[in-house]
């Protein structure tokens, strides 16, 4: 999986790093920092599990989408709580984007929509999707139920 991948790899290139870098100092300061890198190095892992779970249950595009709608929560968060400005423009550059994720999210659950074909064809796209085929009589659940 990607975790057992990336794990190992950013364990060698901190070694390295580490070996490169190594000063009489760090026991001591590995000792005095201990209980705010034990939590931060959990942290990350966890953090790397959800990312590769994120990835395999949405997509990149997904994961792409759930990173842009942290990075607003992480704005709006700043802005209500520390009196961080938020300017117009990015309002509005936050509206589109969530309004482009929902509109995305719609396509992936409905894309034999009205609204999907008006999209294709307002950006010049291919019909790529297929009519979805109507249910016929053998099909139905009604006609499941008289010939049972």
């Given at each position: 999986s990607y975790t057992m991948f990336v794990a190992p790899t950013c364990l060698v290139v901190l070694v390295v790093g580490?070996?490169?870098?190594?000063?009489?100092?760090?026991?001591?300061?590995l000792h005095t920092w201990q209980w705010y890198l034990l939590p931060n190095a959990l942290l990350a892992f966890v953090l790397n599990v959800m990312v590769a779970s994120i990835i395999k249950e949405v997509s990149a595009v997904g994961f792409i989408l759930t990173g842009v709608c942290k990075d607003?929560?992480?704005v709006l968060f700043s802005c209500l709580f520390f009196g961080e400005v938020v300017t117009a423009g990015q309002c509005m550059g936050f509206t589109l984007?969530?309004?482009g994720v929902f509109f995305w999210s719609y396509l992936k659950v409905n894309p034999h929509s009205n609204v999907a074909r008006f999209a294709e064809r307002t950006l010049g796209m291919p019909a790529t999707l297929q009519t979805p085929p109507e249910p016929t009589e053998a099909t139905s659940l009604k006609g499941i139920k008289e010939k049972a």
């Open positions: 580490t070996a490169l870098t190594w000063d009489s100092k760090i026991p001591a300061a607003i929560v992480i984007t969530l309004f």
